[in-house]
């Protein structure tokens, strides 16, 4: 009985793990890549959304 509540517990952690992996995954690739198709399509609104400040000379 033991082994199997142990296998199903590591059975879980295992599948929560690659789970979480590839939401994380998943939502960080799309984050990215909406920032490369705004940066893309205007510059000046990809830096006002990251808050880049230009450094003045």
Do not use: D, R
Not at 20 to 28: D, I, P, V
Not at 29 to 42: H, I, M, N, P, Q
Request: hydrophobic share 60%; no cysteine; aromatic share 22%.
């Amino acid at each position: 009985m033991f082994t199997k509540v142990l296998g199903f517990f590591i059975f879980l952690f295992i599948f929560l793990m690659g789970f979480s992996m590839l939401l994380f995954l998943g939502l960080f690739v799309g984050y990215w890549l909406t920032l490369l198709g705004v940066e893309a399509l205007s510059p000046k609104l990809a830096y006002k959304l990251i808050g880049h400040k230009e450094e003045e000379a």
